[in-house]
């Protein structure tokens, strides 16, 4: 295990009904709130009344920012940051997903930055100070309700991109899983998608012996592939959307990543997917996994490969290449069934920029010297490729 740094400060408060909790967690940074929102799904189902008229009770001063896109825009931070400023605002409330929440980190950030808070992007360390944000989520998802990191879109030169620091993480976070009845079918796997992705991104490190990070993930993925299914089936299902949710939170505030090393390999190449042709996160994660794995199958990886299926997806192999290449197949097989396309022709995808888009992962990544099997243009291109057929396994 390597050495770290884990800090997890966020005040979590989960369950039914903890949202009455709200007020008080707000004007431990004052009363004036910018509120941010996507695209009126809380409108429709009733949680922005929920807190207007919370917040109203406690005379607190509300200035909205609404129609937060997925895959969030740079304009919308630029946007909030000048709201915050014309309303002397003391905290942020975001109220939605992981994009309403990215935003508001950026907004957060801008808060006290003079230049283009694109550069956050370009330098971490710009983004030191922050705005206070509180959260209540209302899909799981990315964790971003537990950690400091964020991701911003520059549709205009087509970069989807990652900022953070610790000064960004929330200070509180509502996790009510009645929150989460809502999402749609096509929400709730993606975001499912997203927690393994994250878990399993963390798993595949080249540090040996994390024996703690590791069997703490295992037992967040097994519980994602236990109540996801359920949830898609029972979606007002408050125990599938209860571990769903808390599984998420805990899928990426630093506990399973703290004391390993080396970058993440699927969601590099997943964001120019989503910057290019703006796609859900989740779901391209679901595609490129599969392809991901099957391309770095070799004899330094097979044995750590065959474990993740032994100990998440119930393959009973001994022999580790069998066993491997059964966790494969069963992962993709496990995506198949909840439904996801799993082409990239099904979501809108084709050969045109592949090469492109794979030089942009490696140039805005450490893909090819940090990831668990470095992978360069050539290797993303050949796992961009793979993820325009279906994959087809022999017994
Ligand atoms: O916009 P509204 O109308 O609210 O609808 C949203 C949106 O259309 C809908 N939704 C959310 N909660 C709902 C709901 N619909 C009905 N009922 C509810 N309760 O779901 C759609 C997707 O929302 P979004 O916030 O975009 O989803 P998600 O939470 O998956 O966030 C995705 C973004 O987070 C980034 C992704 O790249 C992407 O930009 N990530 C952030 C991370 C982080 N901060 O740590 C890490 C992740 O790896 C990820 O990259
Ligand atoms: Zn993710």
């Known amino acids: 295990m390597e050495n770290f740094d884990f800090q997890a400060p966020t005040n979590i408060l989960f369950g039914e009904g903890q949202l009455q909790h709200l007020p008080r967690l707000l004007q431990e940074h004052g009363q004036r709130v910018l509120l941010t929102y996507g695209g009126g799904s809380i409108k429709r189902n009733g949680l922005y009344d929920e807190v207007q008229t919370l917040l109203k009770n406690a005379n607190m001063t509300v200035i909205e920012l609404g129609g937060i896109d997925p895959n969030p825009r740079l304009e919308t931070v630029k946007e909030g940051a000048r709201l915050c400023h014309e309303h002397d605002i003391d905290v942020i409330l975001a109220v939605g997903g992981g994009s309403t929440i990215d935003c508001s980190k950026a907004i957060a950030a801008a808060y006290y930055y003079d ?140 506990l399973t990543g703290s004391g390993k090393k080396g970058s993440w390999s699927c969601h590099p190449m997943e964001h120019e997917l989503s910057a290019y042709y703006d796609i859900t996160h989740g779901i391209g994660l679901a595609i490129l996994t599969p392809r991901w794995l099957a391309h770095i199958l070799n004899a330094d990886t097979v044995e750590k490969i065959a474990a993740f299926g032994r100990a998440v997806l119930d393959v009973e192999w001994e022999e580790p290449w069998a066993a491997a290449r059964q966790t494969i197949q069963r992962l993709y097989e496990t995506f198949v069934a909840w439904g996801v396309p799993m082409t990239l022709g099904e979501v809108g995808i084709d050969r045109e920029y592949l090469e492109e888009m794979a030089e942009q992962a490696v140039k805005h990544s450490t893909l090819a010297t940090h990831a668990y099997v470095p992978l360069e243009v050539k290797d993303v291109q050949a796992i961009y490729e793979a993820c325009l057929t279906p994959m087809t396994f022999t017994e």
């Open 115 to 254: 230049g283009d808070p694109w550069d956050f992007t370009q330098k971490r360390e710009l983004a030191t100070k922050g705005l206070p944000i509180v959260t209540v989520l209302t899909l799981a998802a990315t964790g971003s309700e537990m950690n400091g990191g964020a991701v911003i879109s520059n549709m205009e030169t087509k970069e989807k991109l990652g900022m953070g620091g610790r000064a960004l993480i929330p200070k509180a976070s509502i996790l009510d899983p009645t929150n989460t009845f809502t999402v749609p079918r096509y929400q709730t796997m993606a975001g499912s998608a997203d927690i393994l992705s994250h878990l399993i991104e963390n798993y595949f490190s080249v540090t040996e012996h994390a024996a703690v990070q590791d069997h703490v993930a295992e037992g967040l993925m097994k519980t994602v592939l236990h109540y996801t299914p359920i949830a898609l089936e029972q979606p007002e299902h408050y125990d599938a959307r209860a571990n769903l949710m808390w599984a998420s939170s805990l899928a990426l505030n630093g």
